[in-house]
Every structure is written in structure tokens, then in C-alpha cells.
């Protein structure tokens, strides 16, 4: 009986697979393609459960081997249950989408089979190995349900806003990319944007405020974070844990009287209020994130530059801020984003176009008289800056992020 659990936890690992790849590719097929597609949930879950089970019968041979097989199985079958139209595609009407989109779904099932069932102990497989196939199959899918999540709504902005008004009219759900328009028709909406919508200024007026509050976050939270990790005096335990209690309150119950008192005080409707604000918000997660730092660098090495005639400050500045750059820039980047996609307290305090940020201008895209293209041009403008700048810094986040949190 335990011979037959390795093939029986194959099948349903194909069958799951299958159903969920047969889905996904159907719908890049009418999203990304362009092509009235369907996507066959059974026909998919039952050539998975074929290719799933040719895995587990062959794979104690050879792996590699027993993938392909899997693989064709599960195509043929496929196909055959498809009536020769995978997707609702004919073969020789879409064959990039219909029998592309078929290898590329059970090849991706076979290996998918592979890696859960890569080390298990065939001829002894218990409950330890069951769970583990369970947990690597559940962990994929998610990881697929993730990145599908991610990925979709900004493809639809991104494509969105590279349509003209006439194909958006002709038929709004069609969100593939026609080349043949032409590379300034494809551009034309973002012309528009950074152009007539004036959104090059708001792009200089929002790096301007971001940078800003970086600067005035890191020259509060520098000193704060050190003091809070290596200096002794009463108080300290409670403040080192009460740092983020200010996110208990939420930023809507604050924007009303502080609308209030910057009226009184001439700061609404300038960017000097939001310099105010910003950093405000940003500084206590700032302390949270530096302070683990700080006490994860030993002391010694402080305590002998101070043996050395190092002051206080001479430490911070030679000995602790060179070994916490990682940390520096991880902090820095999460400011950064934090003030470059700020909408609430920059809609309240924002009046004068002159001054909005991107983030407040985009507001005065979602209009009826704004194209909706315009308005999705605009959206992605203000993703992919900072998109970029946090794949370019996602080592220093990690880094950042993590250091601390263990002591020793």
C-alpha cells in the first residue's frame, strides 16, 4: 500500500496544478493575447491528474525522464479532451497561445510535480512525507496566487494607459498591446501627462518633498535610535518599547486637527506643512528599525574609540554610521516610499496645483473629462520610480529589515 502513496500524491499534485495552470494561461490568453479564450478548469485538472500520476509511476527510474513523460501525457490528454482547440483556440488560428500555452501549462505541471515530490522517500512515505508535499504544493500555489495578484492590476494600468481613446471605445476589455500603431501612439498618453498635465512638475515637487523628509527623518532618528540602544536613563525600556504606538491612531483622526491648527498658522497649502508631517509618521518605524541596529554592533568597538579620544559624536560618526549603512539605506528607502506615495494628508493640505504632489495629482485625472488612459499613464508614472528604486535597493531593505532581530 505505501508503494501506491508516492503515485496517488502525484496525481492529486497534477490534478491541482493542472486545473490552476489551464486557468491562468486561459486568462493571459484573452488579457495579454488579446484572444477569446476559455479556460478549462476540468479538461485541466484531469490531463494533471494523468501527468501526475505518469511522474509517480516513473520517477523512480529517472526524474528528468519521468518530467517529459509526465509532460506529454498530460498534453496529449489535454488536447484530446480539448477536441484539438486548447483554450477554445484553434491550432492553426492562435498556435502561440493555443498549443504554446498548452506545452508551456503541463511542462510547468510536470516540474511542479517534480519539485514536490523531489527527495521523499518513495518506498516508505508516511504522514512527514504527505505533509511535505502538502506544504511545497500550498507554498507554490501561493506563491503563483501572489504573483498573479501583483502582477495583474499593473499590467492592466500599464497596457491601459498605451491604448488610444479609439481602442479603448472600440472595446475596453481588450488589453493587448497593438505594435502596429506605432511607438509615439503607444507613448502618446504619457506625452500628454508629463506635458498638458504638467506631471514633470509634480514629479520634481514630490522627489523634492520624499528627499526631504529622508533627510530630516534620518537626522532625528539617528540620534533617537543610538540613545534609545546605548545610553542608560529612566525611562528607556518603555520608550524603546512604546516607539510604535503612534500607528495605533489612525492618520484620519489626525489630518483633522492638524488641518485645523496649519490654517491657523499659514501651513496649509504648502509644501513646507508636509515637510512637518511627513517625518512626523515616518520617524517612529525610523527609531524601531535603527535602534535593533545599533544594539546588534558591539559595543567595544565604541568603547575602544572612546579609549581612542573619540567624543560621543565622533563614534556615532566614524564608528556606528559606517557599520550601519545597510540599515541607513533600508530606512531611507522605506521613508522614501512612504512620502513619495502619500495621498491623505497631501489631498487635505493641497490646494494649489502649482505644489501637488503625484500623488495628489493623479485626483485631478479621475475625472469624466480626463481620458482614462491620461489617468493610468499617470498611475504608472507614479509606480515605476519607486519600483525601480526598490529592486535596485532590495538587498540594503533585507539587510535592514533583518538586522537586529537577533541577539548575540
Same mark, same amino acid.
Request: aromatic share 10%.
Given at each position: $500500500?505505501?508503494?501506491?502513496?508516492?503515485?496517488?500524491?502525484?496525481?492529486?499534485?497534477?490534478?491541482?496544478?493542472?486545473?490552476?495552470?489551464?486557468?491562468?494561461? /486561459?486568462?493571459?490568453?484573452?488579457?495579454?493575447?488579446?484572444?477569446?479564450?476559455? !479556460?478549462?478548469?476540468?479538461?485541466?485538472?484531469?490531463?494533471?491528474? &494523468?501527468?501526475?500520476?505518469?511522474?509517480?509511476?516513473?520517477?523512480?527510474?529517472?526524474?528528468?525522464?519521468?518530467?517529459?513523460?509526465? !509532460?506529454?501525457?498530460?498534453?496529449?490528454?489535454?488536447?484530446?479532451?480539448?477536441?484539438?482547440?486548447?483554450? +477554445?483556440?484553434?491550432?492553426?488560428?492562435?498556435?502561440?497561445?493555443?498549443?504554446?500555452?498548452?506545452?508551456?501549462?503541463?511542462? @510547468?505541471?510536470?516540474?511542479?510535480? /517534480?519539485?514536490?515530490?523531489?527527495?521523499?522517500?518513495?518506498?516508505?512515505?508516511?504522514?512527514? %512525507?504527505?505533509? =511535505?508535499?502538502?506544504?511545497?504544493? &500550498?507554498?507554490?500555489?501561493?506563491?503563483?496566487?501572489?504573483?498573479?495578484?501583483?502582477?495583474?492590476?499593473?499590467?492592466? $494600468?500599464?497596457?491601459?494607459?498605451?491604448?488610444?481613446?479609439?481602442?479603448?471605445?472600440?472595446?475596453?476589455?481588450?488589453?493587448?498591446?497593438?505594435?502596429?500603431? +506605432?511607438?509615439?501612439?503607444?507613448?502618446?498618453? *504619457?506625452?500628454?501627462?508629463?506635458? =498638458?498635465?504638467?506631471?514633470?512638475? *509634480? #514629479?520634481?515637487?514630490?522627489?523634492?518633498?520624499?528627499?526631504?523628509?529622508?533627510?530630516?527623518?534620518?537626522?532625528?532618528?539617528?540620534?533617537?535610535?543610538?540613545?534609545?540602544?546605548?545610553?542608560?536613563?529612566?525611562? %528607556?525600556?518603555?520608550?524603546?518599547?512604546?516607539?510604535?504606538?503612534? *500607528?495605533?491612531?489612525?492618520?484620519?483622526?489626525?489630518?483633522?486637527?492638524?488641518?485645523?491648527?496649519?490654517?491657523?498658522?499659514?501651513?496649509?497649502? =504648502?509644501?513646507?506643512?508636509?515637510?512637518?508631517?511627513?517625518?512626523?509618521?515616518?520617524?517612529?518605524?525610523?527609531?524601531?528599525?535603527?535602534?535593533?541596529?545599533?544594539?546588534?554592533?558591539? !559595543?567595544?568597538?565604541?568603547?575602544?574609540?572612546?579609549?581612542?579620544?573619540?567624543?560621543?559624536?565622533?563614534?556615532?560618526?566614524?564608528?556606528?554610521?559606517?557599520?550601519?549603512?545597510?540599515?541607513?539605506?533600508?530606512?531611507?528607502?522605506?521613508?522614501?516610499?512612504? @512620502?513619495?506615495?502619500?495621498?491623505?494628508?497631501?489631498?487635505?493640505?493641497?490646494?494649489?496645483?502649482?505644489?501637488?504632489?503625484?500623488?495628489?495629482? #493623479?485626483?485631478?485625472?479621475?475625472?469624466?473629462?480626463?481620458?482614462?488612459?491620461?489617468? $493610468?499613464?499617470?498611475?504608472?508614472?507614479?509606480?515605476?520610480?519607486?519600483?525601480?528604486?526598490?529592486?535596485?535597493?532590495?538587498?540594503? $531593505?533585507?539587510?535592514?529589515? =533583518?538586522?537586529?532581530?537577533?541577539?548575540?
Amino acid at each position: $500500500m505505501s508503494a501506491l502513496r508516492a503515485p496517488l500524491a502525484a496525481l492529486v499534485v497534477g490534478a491541482v496544478w493542472g486545473g490552476v495552470l489551464a486557468v491562468v494561461v /486561459g486568462l493571459a490568453a484573452v488579457l495579454v493575447g488579446g484572444q477569446p479564450a476559455s !479556460a478549462p478548469f476540468g479538461a485541466g485538472l484531469v490531463a494533471g491528474a &494523468l501527468a501526475g500520476l505518469v511522474y509517480g509511476l516513473l520517477a523512480g527510474r529517472s526524474a528528468h525522464g519521468a518530467q517529459l513523460a509526465a !509532460a506529454l501525457a498530460g498534453l496529449a490528454l489535454f488536447l484530446l479532451l480539448a477536441g484539438g482547440r486548447p483554450f +477554445g483556440l484553434a491550432l492553426g488560428a492562435a498556435p502561440l497561445w493555443g498549443a504554446g500555452g498548452a506545452v508551456v501549462a503541463f511542462g @510547468a505541471v510536470a516540474r511542479a510535480v /517534480g519539485l514536490a515530490l523531489r527527495g521523499v522517500d518513495r518506498a516508505r512515505m508516511g504522514r512527514h %512525507q504527505v505533509e =511535505t508535499i502538502a506544504l511545497r504544493t &500550498l507554498n507554490g500555489l501561493g506563491l503563483l496566487v501572489f504573483t498573479v495578484l501583483v502582477v495583474l492590476p499593473f499590467y492592466v $494600468m500599464l497596457m491601459t494607459s498605451l491604448k488610444t481613446q479609439a481602442a479603448l471605445i472600440a472595446d475596453p476589455l481588450d488589453f493587448s498591446l497593438d505594435l502596429a500603431a +506605432g511607438l509615439g501612439a503607444l507613448l502618446d498618453s *504619457y506625452v500628454e501627462v508629463l506635458t =498638458t498635465y504638467r506631471f514633470g512638475r *509634480y #514629479i520634481g515637487v514630490s522627489a523634492l518633498v520624499s528627499v526631504t523628509t529622508v533627510i530630516l527623518t534620518l537626522a532625528f532618528a539617528i540620534p533617537g535610535a543610538y540613545a534609545v540602544a546605548r545610553l542608560r536613563f529612566p525611562g %528607556q525600556a518603555l520608550m524603546a518599547r512604546s516607539i510604535l504606538l503612534i *500607528y495605533l491612531v489612525p492618520a484620519i483622526v489626525l489630518v483633522i486637527p492638524l488641518y485645523s491648527v496649519f490654517s491657523q498658522v499659514g501651513l496649509r497649502d =504648502t509644501l513646507l506643512g508636509l515637510v512637518v508631517v511627513y517625518p512626523a509618521t515616518t520617524l517612529p518605524v525610523a527609531l524601531y528599525m535603527l535602534q535593533g541596529y545599533f544594539r546588534g554592533i558591539p !559595543a567595544e568597538l565604541e568603547e575602544a574609540g572612546m579609549i581612542d579620544g573619540l567624543s560621543r559624536l565622533g563614534v556615532i560618526w566614524r564608528i556606528t554610521l559606517p557599520l550601519s549603512l545597510p540599515a541607513l539605506a533600508s530606512v531611507a528607502l522605506y521613508v522614501f516610499m512612504i @512620502a513619495w506615495n502619500e495621498f491623505l494628508f497631501a489631498f487635505m493640505f493641497l490646494d494649489s496645483p502649482e505644489i501637488f504632489t503625484l500623488s495628489r495629482a #493623479i485626483v485631478s485625472l479621475n475625472s469624466s473629462e480626463v481620458p482614462r488612459q491620461f489617468l $493610468m499613464a499617470g498611475a504608472v508614472i507614479v509606480t515605476v520610480p519607486v519600483l525601480v528604486i526598490f529592486l535596485w535597493a532590495e538587498r540594503f $531593505m533585507v539587510q535592514g529589515l =533583518t538586522a537586529g532581530s537577533v541577539k548575540g
